[in-house]
Nanobody
Framework: QVQLVESGGGLVHVGGSLRLSCVAS????????MGWYRQAPGKQRELVGL??????HYGDSVKGRFTVSRDGAKNKLYLQMNSLKPEDTAVYSC???????????????WGQGTQVTVSS
């Protein structure tokens, strides 16, 4: 079983910065990807930043302002958010997928989410 725990959300003023962290624990043989997604009230969940074997990928609305990074040795994922805007207000959730063991039993796990609120 894989668990994800996020931290770092909170309230910040427009133009400010926040750093989110996510740590994966449990029986993990290999992680294929780790990413951040967000969902604002009344809107669909959208990609924020994703790290795969091919590199990092970002949602269009955060390019140039947010940076996603991964510490592979510690199964940790970070999201540095700069120049925050009110429209960045949402619940941010961490996701990871990969394999539990050498038999390629797979997992796809979500964290509980952390609230980010940007006030104007």
């Amino acid at each position: 079983q894989v668990q994800l725990v996020e931290s770092g959300g909170g309230l910040v003023h427009v133009g400010g910065s926040l750093r989110l962290s996510c740590v994966a624990s449990g029986t993990i043989s290999r992680i294929n990807s780790m990413g951040w997604y967000r969902q604002a009230p009344g809107k669909q969940r959208e990609l924020v930043g994703l790290v795969t074997g091919a590199g990092s990928h970002y949602g269009d609305s955060v390019k140039g302002r947010f940076t996603v990074s991964r510490d592979g040795a510690k199964n940790k994922l970070y999201l540095q958010m700069n120049s925050l805007k009110p429209e960045d207000t949402a619940v941010y959730s961490c996701n990871t997928d990969g394999f539990l063991d050498s038999d390629y039993n797979s997992f796809d796990q979500w964290g509980q989410g952390t609230q980010v609120t940007v006030s104007s």
